[in-house]
């Protein structure tokens, strides 16, 4: 449900914000705009998208996601269906670099390009809070995380719509040629960015609480798969759960740091930071899911065993 909700609302927001600001851009742009990106007014990057690293990245976001959608298909998991449309915008993103690279002081390009990018891992974090549940279900250890599962999926997930309209919001005052306005707007997408970062932080606390407890109080769930390949163990799709959290989470460290440096940082004119700090771990977070799709792990369960499942683990330990 948070997938189409995210991307409906960045859609509109990059159609509206990239209007207005194409309609406003007074700003005077030199003639040649490769001669000197750093201190150009009209470059938002500060540099020249390099071609080489974005068709990589394109071309690697492109296969994860068309993989990831023949998994949806044919195996299954519905409900990660948020991180497959992040993957489409991610890949979009991409795809707006080779634009920008030929038209570095295009104001709309780079709009564009900069929301999809940069808002594209809320998708993936909604992901990585559904799974949670499911897993918790499938295992029958809901009981061991902090919260109801229900009841902790909504709140996340909440959280990170929120989060993403505080980002999308101020992301988009930032293009304004008003100083006023644009400083505002990075003040509000960094207090975006550091919700976000409490947020998903907090979940990883959660999640690591959980796997804690399954491993210390339930020995036979944790022994369950151990005669089964590894691909099928769900310990194994535990262990793709954090490594792709972990990515995530080196990912919003890197852009609230990145933030706080204000205009025209270290970070945020420096192409290779924008690779090591960002691309990478986001794509690591993803790729973990194409060997170990959950849906191969979890399957939809018959209505009336569902019931009962929810009904048996309704009341969460605390401790």
Known sequence: MAGPILASTLFLLTLLVTSAQAAT???????????????????????IANNTLTAV??????????????????????????????EYVYALGFAFRFALHHSPDSLGIFISEDLMIVLSPCFFIAANYTLLGRLAGEIDCAHHVLLPVKRLTLIFVLSDVTTFVIQAGGASLTTSKV????????????????????????FCAIYARFLYRVYTEEQDVCMRD????????????AA????????????????????????RGNLSTSEAAFYLGDTIPICLAIV????????????????????????STSSPSLV
Not at 226 to 237: A, C, E, G, I, Y
């Open 179 to 202: 100083q006023s306005s644009a400083s505002t707007g990075l003040h509000i997408f960094l207090i975006g960015l550091i919700m976000q970062l409490v947020s998903f932080g907090f």
């Open 25 to 47: 851009n007074s700003v005077t742009c030199p003639s040649d705009p490769y001669l000197d990106p750093r201190n150009d007014p009209c470059n938002a990057l500060g540099y």
């Open 226 to 237: 151990s005669k089964q390949p590894w691909s099928n163990d769900w310990r194994t799709l």
């Open 288 to 311: 973990v899911y194409v060997p170990f799709w959950p849906g191969r792990f979890i399957k939809p369960a018959h209505p009336y065993v569902k019931e009962q499942k929810e009904s």
């Open 57 to 86: 990245a394109f071309v690697y976001v492109l296969l994860v996601v068309l993989i990831q959608t023949y998994q949806v298909i044919y195996n299954g998991g519905k409900f990660m269906l948020s991180m497959v449309i992040g």
């Open 240 to 263: 793709a759960l954090s490594v792709s959290s972990i990515g995530l989470l080196i990912r919003s460290f890197y852009r609230v740091v990145e933030a706080s440096q204000g205009f």
